[in-house]
């Protein structure tokens, strides 16, 4: 597709469970993010994807998140025995790197989760 | 270590008014400065961005910038506020080191009443 696609767009779960949240990058992009953003917070930065360096995993808040990003494309976010504090709108972003680096990150519309 | 602090979570102001949202950073290497607008439901988008050329930006639907820094801020302006402007507007920095880690603001939420 043309922009980065997130889903699902809508998640209901219950305290406890294990949810996955997928992002599919702009085609080429070789950089990837994950932010989180709760209600009257800013976006808080989770994990960030960069070809095949090593992922910066320094703002994942706890061992239950993870994210893998399979042949430098598509990414998953996992969370492990959500809590009710999880509950938020987990963006992805893309974006080009290098000599063709305009610096500008390309958002997806965000998987809202709600975790009862 | 690098920051970003905006200031006023929210904004209103009247149609056709001027807009002014408030930003300032922490930065120790020359920045690269950002503002995104969020419309409600949706990803964010690139309003415009300073990467040490002029320090006057102009982005889109109307909006501009500008990078003073001895004030360590990037205030954005829009002369005459529009009611298709209420979003949530964020702006953010990064070291520009090739890793482009981004920081994001708490974000303003802009208001304009008719």
């Known amino acids: 597709g043309a922009g980065v696609s997130q889903s699902p767009s809508n998640k209901v779960t219950e305290k406890g469970k294990d949810v996955e949240l997928r992002c599919d990058p702009i085609s080429g992009h070789t950089a990837l993010y994950w932010y989180r953003q709760s209600l009257g917070q800013g976006l808080e930065f989770l994990i960030y994807?960069?070809?095949?360096?090593?992922?910066?995993k320094s703002g994942l808040p706890s061992d239950r998140f993870s994210a893998e990003r399979t042949g430098g494309s598509v990414s998953t976010l996992t969370i492990q025995r959500t809590q009710q504090e999880d509950s938020a709108v987990y963006l992805c972003?893309?974006?080009?790197?290098?000599?063709?680096?305009?610096?500008?990150?390309?958002f997806g519309e965000g998987s809202r989760l709600t975790v009862l | 270590a690098q920051s970003v602090t905006q200031l006023g979570s929210h904004v209103s102001v009247s149609e056709g008014a001027l807009v002014l949202l408030r930003c300032n950073y922490s930065s120790s290497v020359p920045p690269y400065l950002f503002w995104y607008v969020q419309y409600p439901n949706q990803g964010l988008q690139l309003l415009l961005k300073?990467?040490?050329?002029?320090?006057l930006v102009k982005g889109i639907n109307g909006f501009e910038a500008e990078f003073k820094k001895s004030e360590t801020s990037f205030h954005l302006t829009k002369p005459s506020a529009h009611m298709s402007d209420a979003a949530e507007y964020f702006c953010?920095?990064?070291?520009?080191?090739?890793?482009?880690?981004?920081?994001f603001g708490t974000g303003t939420r802009l208001k304009v009443l008719a």
């Open positions: 300073y990467t040490s050329a002029a320090t």
């Open positions: 972003a893309s974006s080009l790197t290098g000599t063709k680096n305009t610096g500008e990150l390309f």
């Open positions: 994807f960069q070809g095949n360096s090593a992922p910066d």
């Open positions: 953010a920095v990064s070291d520009g080191s090739g890793t482009y880690k981004y920081i």
